[in-house]
Nanobody, 115 residues
Framework: QVQLVESGGGLVQAGGSLRLSCAGP????????MGWYRQAPGKQRELVAS???????NYADSVRGRFAISRDNAKNTMYLQMNSLKPEDTAVYYC?????????WGQGTQVTVSS
């Protein structure tokens, strides 16, 4: 089974930046739309950004203008550049497909934004 691996999370002050990476060897380049999801304590997992194979992007209203999603199909890697972080961005961030169905979920990467 394919395993997606997220990395790049950490503790940052409000207003700071982080860059998340998602590695999916042999997989990401075959998927039409990939996305970043997040799950905060006590809340449901939500899709925050997606990117198609051709580079078209979509964002949740809560992150639009602050986050930027991208993918490198040759490297089977996806990224999420997060700027102007807010305490409400605190969550575990996961990557997965955003077109239909899901691959096995990875362990995610924790992002904590302090006020």
């Amino acid at each position: 089974q394919v395993q997606l691996v997220e990395s790049g999370g950490g503790l940052v002050q409000a207003g700071g930046s982080l860059r998340l990476s998602c590695a999916g060897p042999g997989v990401i380049s075959t998927i039409r739309s990939m996305g970043w999801y997040r799950q905060a304590p006590g809340k449901q997992r939500e899709l925050v950004a997606s990117v198609t194979f051709g580079g078209s992007t979509n964002y949740a209203d809560s992150v639009r203008g602050r986050f930027a999603i991208s993918r490198d199909n040759a490297k089977n890697t996806m990224y999420l550049q997060m700027n102007s972080l807010k305490p409400e961005d605190t969550a575990v961030y996961y990557c997965n497909r955003a077109d239909w169905g899901y691959l096995n979920w990875g362990q995610g990467t924790q992002v904590t934004v302090s006020s």
